[in-house]
């Protein structure tokens, strides 16, 4: 069975630091590209981040380009999204999602070629 399951979210005031982790178990990580998605109350649901199987292309939104870091560790089964310099717009939900190929794609953002989600995190950032 398929499972992603995020954890490392929390509160934290605005310029903090968050790290988030995703650990994956049913399927073997090497093959796959993973993203982090992110969903805010009445907002729509978006891309994040994306790191290709081998850790080789990484992917931004420019809303978090500079602040936000993904990394990945397939012997461990893991990936992790760093969070520095939040602001309270990146309060959400976010989420560890599967892609079915090693390589993110041009229109990874969309998240419709993603197959597998995790339960999601929540992030706030407030004073």
């Known amino acids: 069975q398929v499972q992603l399951v995020e954890s490392g979210g929390g509160l934290v005031q605005p310029g903090g630091s968050l790290r988030l982790s995703c650990v994956v178990s049913?399927?073997?990580?090497?093959?796959?590209?993973i993203g982090w998605f992110r969903q805010a109350p009445g907002k729509e649901r978006a891309g994040v981040s994306c790191?290709?199987?081998?850790?080789?292309?990484?992917y931004y939104a420019d809303s978090v380009k500079g602040r936000f870091t993904i990394s990945r560790d397939n012997a461990k089964n893991m990936v992790y999204l760093e969070m520095n310099s939040l602001k309270s717009e990146d309060t959400a939900v976010y989420y560890c999602?599967?892609?079915?190929?090693?390589?993110?794609?041009?229109?990874?953002?969309?998240?419709?070629?993603?197959?597998?989600w995790g339960q999601g995190t929540q992030v706030t950032v407030s004073s």
């Open positions: 999602v599967r892609r079915p190929n090693d390589l993110c794609g041009t229109t990874w953002y969309r998240g419709r070629t993603f197959d597998s």
């Open positions: 049913g399927f073997t990580l090497d093959y796959y590209a």
């Open positions: 790191i290709s199987s081998s850790a080789r292309n990484t």
